[in-house]
Structures are given as structure tokens and as C-alpha cells.
């Protein structure tokens, strides 16, 4: 196993995988140093000819940086392989946390596409194992650090659990240097500054979503840094649920932990470094707010979906959002429909206050004008209070931050 070094040259990283092989594999012939990544490759796949070979390049963008015709060696190396080995004795893992780069080396016009057997991507956490990390919190404290961490684990456990939500924002979103601003930069750092990627991202992280709204303000097209940003999963294109694919939708940032560094973070990262972060924190409560419901809305799709699994929801429903694109408008934070009919309308909102029978009211609007409805479609909601007992003798399902932190069978 052989980890890239950061800005490396191409001679350094070399002679480091030189080194990881001395100490790693006890062979009877290697070379004291590799001039070429096509030299080192091939070495790789004759030690492989008589006994099968495991070889894992960790951080392959560090070593794309350095060497930009690497991943043609690569594709040439796999090429020989599978033309004289059958079955290959050489196995080769590839691995790389900067997923704009990876994305682009596997993507139709990258040299490595077509060229995998598999490929795998590490998600972030979910809320429900974001709360076993964060075992000590009280569930709707679970939900604001899931908003401000997002599922990396690094970030949860960098949450100090015996302090209030706003002194863990003050430390590490508002402070110099802290781990939350800090990070947001790094993990856009990969996306491409050419062909519009990183204004497009800008753009939606600073609340542009319509994609003729985005290329008047990037000034150039949408549709080629959309489409690379949807790859990445740093974006993705909303429609109503059950809308053709035709349909106007919008670009969101899919990240929770993302979209709460361009809330609060991004417009702000100098001020922020040069020791101004309470006064904007301050300023900022308005957008944290804004920002918890964001998460709230999407935490209770998630939770639909999986408690449908679960066989507590219609099970063979698909679950999303739905607004009305003409008339009067209708927003329904979790639909769920089967066969083009709506067999589920549920309300999301991060209220203290236990939902009362005004909200049945408001649900019963809903379902009139969501489309084609059953006759008795289900009704719930997902609420940071709860909800009445009006409400649930109604027939309305509640569920709150102690049913979503739990993971259903």
C-alpha cells in the first residue's frame, strides 16, 4: 500500500513507492529507484506473473497532481493486464478522497473509464449512526450538530457534547481557523475553477437555484458544470416528485454540512480568519435557522423512506417533495406516491410547539391539490414538538427527533 504525498513532485512520490516496496514485499529483484509511473506500473504487474499481488494507490489525486498522464499509464498497464493475464494476479485498488477528481478520471471521456471491475464511494453518515456518535445529546441537539457536521465523522467528533450548540459553532465554524470553516474550503478545493464549476456551485450555495438564474450570474452556460457537479454528488437536480423528467426543477447542494459552511461561513471567510466571527455569528442566527429547517424537511423524506422499508408507511410508495408548478402555490414537504397516485402527504417543519388541528386542516388542503390522490391517503408529520392529541386522534401519524435518530428494523 502506497499513500501519495501532497504536493509532491512526480521524482518524490517515486521514490517514496520505492520505499513503501522495500519495506512492504519481500522479493528477490527491485529496482533502487523508478524513473517513470509507466516503469513503476509495469514492475506491478510482472511481480504479479507468478504470485498474485495486491497493490493499493491511496490518494491517487496527490499522485494526478504531480504526474498528469498517470492514469493513461494506468489504463495502458490494465489494458496488458487483461490482454495476457487470465485470470489477473494483479490487483489494483485505487483510492482518492477528492471525488471531483476520481469522478473525472472514471467519467465517459476519462482514461480509466470502462477500465473498472468495481467501484465503491464512501458516504458520509446518516442521522441515525451521526446519533450513535453523538450519544450523549438530547435528540433535537442530535439534528443541529447533524445540520452544522453533516455525516463526516471527523466533524462529530470534533462536537463537544458538553457544550451548547452555539458555543460548538462559535469554536468551529466561527473561529480562525476551525475545523468547519476550515473544511468547507477543502472539500470544494478539487472542483475545477474552469468551465464554470465553481461559480455554478457558488451560485446554488449562495441560494440561486434555476438554472437560468445561475448562468446570468455565472454569465456562461449551466449544463456542462452542472452535470459534472451531479456526478460529484455536491448537487442535485429537484423536480416534483412524479414530474417528467422534462420538468423545471432546481439545483440544490446535496451536502447538509456543505450548504450550512455557504449559510454561514463562505461570504464571511476573511472576516471570519481576521477575528470578526461573534458579530457575524450573530448576524447569522436568522440563516441558521433557515438552515436547521432545510435539514429538518430532508431528514423527514429520509425518515419516510425509511420507515417504508420498514413496513410502517406504504411500502411500495416512492417518497419525495412536491410543489405545485402552476396555479396557486402548494409545497408538500414529504409526498408519497405508487403508480402516479399520491397515497401519502406528510408536513415537516422544526416548530417547538406541538402541531395542533390547524395543521390537520392545512394537510387536508394539501391533499387536494396533490396529484390524483386515494381516497384516504395517509397523513403525517414530522415536528420538533410533536403534536397534539387532536391531531393524532385524527388518524394523523407524528413522528419527532427521537423517532427520525433511531434506526427502523
Not at 509532491?8 to 516496496?21: K, N
Not at 490518494?59 to 504531480?66: N, Q
Not at 457558488?202 to 456542462?224: C, K, L, M, N
Not at 381516497?375 to 420538533?384: A, G, H, I, K
Request: glycine fraction near 8%; aromatic fraction near 8%.
Amino acid at each position: 500500500m502506497f499513500t501519495a504525498l501532497p504536493g509532491a513532485s512526480e521524482r518524490q512520490q517515486l521514490e517514496a513507492f520505492g520505499v513503501a516496496l522495500r519495506e512492504q514485499l519481500d522479493v528477490p529483484f527491485l529496482p533502487d529507484r523508478f524513473d517513470r509511473w509507466d516503469a513503476a506500473l509495469r514492475w506491478l504487474a510482472s511481480s504479479a506473473a507468478t504470485t498474485p499481488l495486491l497493490a493499493v494507490l491511496d490518494e491517487l489525486p496527490y499522485l494526478v497532481a504531480s504526474t498528469p498522464s498517470l492514469t493513461g499509464h494506468i489504463q495502458q498497464l490494465w489494458d496488458e493486464v487483461r490482454r495476457t493475464m487470465s485470470p489477473p494476479k494483479l490487483m489494483l485498488v485505487l483510492t482518492g478522497s477528492s471525488v471531483a477528481v476520481m469522478q473525472a478520471m472514471t467519467s465517459s471521456d476519462g482514461a480509466l473509464y470502462g477500465r473498472l471491475d468495481d467501484e465503491l464511494r464512501v458516504e458520509p453518515f446518516d442521522l441515525p449512526a451521526a446519533a450513535e456518535v453523538l450519544d450523549r445529546l438530547e435528540p433535537e441537539t442530535v439534528i443541529e450538530a447533524y445540520a452544522a457536521c453533516g455525516g463526516y465523522p471527523h466533524h462529530l467528533l470534533s462536537w463537544d457534547q458538553a457544550a451548547s450548540t452555539e458555543d460548538n459553532l462559535a469554536r468551529l465554524a466561527f473561529s480562525p481557523g476551525g475545523l468547519l470553516l476550515r473544511n468547507g474550503s477543502q472539500l470544494i478545493a478539487d472542483v475545477p475553477e474552469d468551465h464554470g464549476y465553481r461559480w455554478t456551485l457558488h451560485a446554488v450555495g449562495s441560494g440561486v437555484h434555476e438554472r437560468s438564474q445561475i448562468a446570468r450570474s455565472t454569465g456562461q452556460r449551466v449544463q456542462r458544470p452542472a452535470e459534472l457537479l451531479i456526478r460529484t454528488n455536491l448537487l442535485r437536480f429537484d423536480r416534483p416528485l412524479g414530474a417528467p423528467d422534462l420538468a423545471r426543477g432546481r439545483l440544490e447542494l446535496t451536502d447538509p454540512f456543505l450548504r450550512c459552511w455557504y449559510e454561514l461561513c463562505w461570504a464571511d471567510l476573511e472576516q471570519i480568519e481576521a477575528g470578526f466571527g461573534e458579530r457575524i455569528a450573530a448576524a447569522r442566527v436568522p440563516r441558521w435557522q433557515r438552515h436547521l429547517g432545510w435539514v429538518f424537511e430532508e431528514e423527514s423524506r429520509v425518515d419516510a423512506r425509511r420507515r417504508a422499508a420498514a413496513g410502517e408507511l406504504p411500502a411500495e410508495a416512492r417518497y419525495g417533495r412536491w410543489w405545485s408548478t402552476r396555479g396557486p402555490q402548494v409545497e408538500i414537504d414529504v409526498l408519497g406516491m405508487v403508480g402516479g397516485r399520491t397515497v401519502l402527504v406528510g408536513e415537516a417543519r422544526w416548530d417547538a410547539r406541538p402541531l395542533g388541528t390547524r395543521t390537520l386542516d392545512e394537510l387536508k388542503s394539501k391533499e387536494r391539490a396533490a396529484p390524483d390522490p386515494v381516497p384516504q391517503p395517509v397523513l403525517c408529520t414530522w415536528s420538533r414538538g410533536g403534536a397534539e392529541k387532536g391531531l393524532e386522534s385524527a388518524g394523523v401519524r407524528s413522528f419527532t427527533p427521537s423517532d427520525m435518530i433511531v434506526r427502523t428494523s
